[in-house]
C-alpha cells in the first residue's frame, strides 16, 4: 500500500508497516495550552493575540463558542495560526451555549470570562473524550471560594457571581486538578483580587497561562506547595501578544512512532523539559534520544533494547508523567522486552478504551485494575480494524499499526483530529505506510 496523498482527510484511515520513519517534522501548537489561554484571553475583556494557535477542532470549537457569546475573533489574511480575541461591544446574553459546548469538556473554561461579560455562566455538563468521570466539584468549590453561587441539574450547570470579594482569596486543592487551578486563576483575573492557591497544579500547560498573565503585568509565585497571583497596579497600553507553546504530547506521540519502527528524525518546535518525563521512559527502554533546544531527536537507528522493566504512572504531580503521554508509550512498549507496568488513575476510562482495541490486534495485556495493567514484551501485533475512542486512544493506535502484520484500519479519526490538526499528515511526510480509505 504506497499510495501517498498530501494528508488524511477521511474517517478512515489505513496503516501498514514499512520502512523506518525519518526526516524531520514540526509539531502544532499545543491544544492542552491553547485552551486555556483562549479562555484566559477571554477573561480580560482587552485585544490579546495569540500565536501558534494549533487547528485541532476542540481549539476552533472554543473560538466559536467565544463568538456565540459576544466575543470576536480575527487573524491575518493568509495566517489562520494568529488569532485576536476582542471583547466586542454587544452585550450577550448569559443564556446557556448550548449543544457545541457540550462536544468539548474545555468549554468550563470560560465559566470566568462570562461572570466577567453577564455576572453569571450557563453551561451544559462538558464532553470530550469519554475516557471516565471527572467530575467539576473542585470547579465548583473554587468558585464558592470567591462567593459564587452554584446550582446544577442534570442538563448542566449555573455559576452567578456573587458579592465582590476584596480581599486575598486562600483555598487548598484536595488534589492538583489542572482544571480547578486555572479556573481559580481566570476567577481571579475577573475577581480583580488577589489569590493563594494551595496544592496546584503546575504542568507546562497551567505555567503558560501564568506566563500569560505576567506579562501584563500580575505578579506571580508559582511553587510546588503554594502559588500566589496578584492584579497589575495598572494596564499595559499596547495588545499583549502570547504564544502557544508547541504540543509536548503530538512530540511524544511522535517520538514513540519512529521509535517504534527504528527510524530516526527530528521532531521541533517543543520545549525540551516539557517531555522530559517521556524522554526518561523511552532511554530506559533503550531509545537513545537527544534533547537540542526546541528539537526532540530520536536515533532508532542505534537502539538497543534493555530488557529493564517499565513502570508508566501517569502523575498530576511537578515532573511526573503526563497522563497523556501514557497511550502512545503502551503502544510502543508492546514491541520491547521486559514485563511492564502502566497506570492511569487520572482518567479512570482510559484503560478500558485502549486495551479492548489492541487485544483485536492480538495484544496480551492482563488488566490489574480499571486504571493499571500490565504485560510482557516483545509482542508483534496482527492488523485489525479498530477504533479511536477517544484522542490517546487514536494516537497509540496508529503507533501500533505501523509496526502490526498487516493493514490496521482506524476508524474515529475525528477524535484524533480534536486534538491533532494532522497527526496522521505527520506520520506520512515521515514516510509512515498510511493513507485514505474511501468507503
Known amino acids: 500500500m504506497s499510495t501517498r496523498v498530501p494528508a488524511v482527510t ?152 456573587g458579592k465582590a470579594v476584596r480581599d486575598t482569596v486562600s483555598l487548598v486543592l484536595p488534589f492538583r486538578s489542572r482544571g480547578a487551578t486555572i479556573a481559580a486563576v481566570l476567577r481571579a483575573v475577573v475577581a480583580g483580587t488577589p489569590l493563594r492557591l494551595g496544592q496546584p497544579n503546575l504542568s507546562p500547560e497551567v505555567l503558560g497561562v501564568l506566563n500569560a498573565l505576567t506579562a501584563v503585568g500580575y505578579e506571580c509565585r508559582a511553587g510546588e506547595r503554594v502559588l500566589t497571583l496578584a492584579p497589575p497596579s495598572s494596564d499595559p497600553e499596547d495588545v499583549p501578544v502570547w504564544n502557544v507553546p508547541g504540543d509536548k504530547i503530538e512530540a511524544g506521540t511522535l517520538a514513540c512512532a519512529v521509535a517504534a519502527t527504528c527510524g530516526t528524525a527530528r521532531i521541533e518546535g517543543v520545549h525540551g523539559p516539557d517531555v522530559a518525563p517521556l524522554v526518561t521512559a523511552l532511554r530506559r527502554m533503550g531509545i537513545p534520544m537527544t534533547d537540542e533546544p526546541g528539537t526532540l531527536v530520536v536515533r532508532g537507528r542505534d537502539i538497543q533494547p534493555t530488557g529493564r522493566p517499565l513502570r508508566a504512572m501517569a502523575s498530576l504531580a511537578p515532573g511526573g508523567l503526563d497522563a497523556d503521554f501514557e497511550p502512545p508509550l503502551l503502544g510502543l512498549a508492546l514491541g520491547f522486552p521486559g514485563t511492564h507496568v502502566f497506570s492511569d488513575p487520572i482518567n479512570p476510562g482510559r484503560h478500558s478504551n485502549l486495551i479492548p482495541q489492541l487485544v483485536r490486534m492480538g495484544g496480551e495485556i492482563t488488566e490489574l485494575s480499571s486504571t493499571e495493567c500490565r504485560f510482557t514484551g516483545p509482542q508483534r501485533l496482527t492488523g485489525a480494524g479498530v477504533e479511536a475512542t477517544d484522542i490517546r486512544t487514536g494516537s497509540a493506535l496508529m503507533v501500533a499499526g505501523l509496526t502490526a502484520r498487516g493493514v490496521t484500519t482506524l476508524g474515529g479519526v475525528d477524535q484524533i483530529r480534536r486534538g491533532h490538526a494532522d497527526l496522521p499528515g505527520k506520520l506520512l511526510a515521515l514516510g509512515a505506510d498510511i493513507c485514505e480509505v474511501t468507503p
Request: aromatic fraction near 6%.
Open 10 to 161: 477521511s474517517q478512515v484511515i489505513a496503516i501498514r508497516p514499512g520502512r523506518p520513519l525519518k526526516g524531520a517534522v514540526t509539531v502544532d501548537g499545543s491544544k492542552n495550552a491553547a485552551l486555556p489561554l483562549v479562555a484566559a484571553a477571554a477573561a480580560l475583556l482587552r485585544p490579546v493575540r495569540l500565536d501558534n494557535v494549533p487547528a485541532s477542532s476542540d481549539v476552533q470549537t472554543l473560538l466559536g463558542l467565544l463568538r456565540q457569546a459576544g466575543w470576536n475573533t480575527a487573524h491575518p489574511v493568509g495566517d489562520s495560526r494568529t488569532v485576536l480575541v476582542l471583547p466586542g461591544k454587544a452585550t450577550p446574553t448569559p443564556d446557556g451555549l448550548g449543544e457545541a459546548a457540550s462536544s468539548i469538556r474545555a468549554s468550563y473554561y470560560l465559566v470566568p470570562g462570562l461572570i466577567a461579560r453577564c455576572g453569571r455562566a450557563r453551561l451544559p455538563w462538558p464532553g470530550g473524550c469519554r475516557i471516565g468521570d471527572r467530575g467539576m466539584e473542585q470547579h465548583f468549590k473554587v468558585y464558592e471560594a470567591f462567593g459564587d453561587r452554584v446550582r446544577v441539574n442534570d442538563h448542566g450547570y449555573v455559576v452567578e457571581a
